[in-house]
């Protein structure tokens, strides 16, 4: 079975830090991916992991530990159009589907 | 290319009715998924092909879920005798084998069973 669990909301304030945790339980494992998704809209790619470690992309990060089944999305510096649904996603073998998490939803006040 | 494409954007029907949609996905993308998105709750896969090939199918998919694609280029995914429960945000993303950027999703198309 599968199961991947990120928390429901989040609220932070403009120009803060937020950190988005996903864990996730899964038969195999072959990347984590992060999406946002504003509402209304198609999600949009943010991140990809495949290996141990942290991948940077200007305001945004993300970690994985594959040992610990866990990942983070890292948002620095945010902005009010940052408010938006943020999916964690597992790809379990190459080249196959993507299941996500449950989305956090992240609001963010002036 | 304009990425993916879904029609129609909304979709209001009545209970027990049938109705299908479709999805242009790019035109390079040789994988393409389904999947439903409910208010507040991440998407739930639905099914997805390699090319032509429907490769698999959720067990959560009852016999009145249907989808194609028929040249390996669009799709279309059809609800028999629609119910209440089915109202939702339907998202049809493609991608290349592996893409390690995931998916590219379309605006998805948002079906109202009254």
């Known amino acids: 079975g599968q199961n991947i669990d990120q928390p429901t909301e989040m609220t932070a304030t403009e120009g803060a830090i937020v950190q988005i945790n996903c864990t996730y339980q899964?038969?195999?494992?072959?990347?984590l991916f992060w999406y946002q998704q504003h509402a209304g809209e198609a999600p949009t790619f943010l991140s990809y992991?495949?290996?141990?470690g942290l991948e940077e992309k200007g305001r945004f990060s993300s970690f994985l530990s594959r040992s610990k089944g866990y990942s983070y999305l890292l948002l620095k510096e945010l902005q009010m159009k940052d408010s938006a649904s943020y999916l964690c996603a597992v790809r379990e073998a190459a080249g196959n589907k993507l299941t996500f998490g449950g989305g956090t939803r992240v609001l963010v006040k002036p | 290319d304009t990425g993916v494409s879904q029609d129609p954007r909304h979709k209001i029907t009545k209970r027990g009715q049938n109705v299908t949609f479709r999805c242009d996905p790019i035109s390079e993308h040789n994988r393409l998924y389904w999947y439903r998105q409910t208010l507040g709750q991440g998407p739930e896969f639905l099914t997805y092909f390699q090319n032509e090939a429907q490769l698999e199918k959720s067990r959560l998919l009852s016999d009145r879920f249907s989808a194609e694609r028929p040249k390996g280029s669009f799709s279309t995914l059809e609800i028999q005798r629609t119910e209440q429960g089915d109202s939702a945000m339907y998202l049809c993303a493609s991608s290349l084998d592996a893409g390690n950027y995931g998916y590219t999703f379309g605006s998805g198309t948002r079906l109202t069973v009254v």
């Open positions: 899964t038969s195999g494992f072959n990347g």
């Open positions: 992991n495949v290996l141990d």
